[in-house]
């Protein structure tokens, strides 16, 4: 039998430096919180460029470099690449000092 363990998201740890920038210390990430973090960032910061529009995701990749190092500082940085009148096409990339950990793509329908 398999054991498993709930997912945390220490969503309330990001201190967010502009509309497109945040940080937190890393405590025992794995990959896939790191890419929630980053996939959260990421919404925010579109959800910010809408002016009320509500960005709802329907394709989220993720290519991982590295893992966290725990006690350690992560950035989160995000940016749009693209925007039509239904569509938001954004990424964004976590390091952690000069190594890079993952990157996001994510595109989302206005809605």
């Excluded at 725990?70 to 096409?89: A, K, N, P, Q, Y």
């Excluded at 976590?94 to 996001?104: E, I, P, V």
Aim: no cysteine; aromatic share 6%; glycine share 8%.
């Amino acid at each position: 039998m398999t054991h498993h363990t709930d997912l945390i998201l220490p969503i309330s740890q990001l201190q967010f430096d502009g509309d497109n920038t945040a940080r937190a210390t890393a405590a025992n990430w794995d990959v896939i919180q790191t890419g929630a973090l980053l996939q959260h960032v990421i919404r925010t910061h579109t959800s910010r460029e809408l002016d009320g529009g509500k960005p709802l995701a329907v394709s989220v990749t993720f290519d991982v470099s590295d893992p966290a190092i725990d006690g350690d500082e992560v950035t989160f940085e995000s940016r749009i690449d693209r925007r039509t009148r239904t569509l938001v096409f954004a990424s964004g990339i976590a390091t952690q000092g000069a190594r890079h950990l993952l990157k996001a793509t994510v595109v989302f329908r206005i809605g």
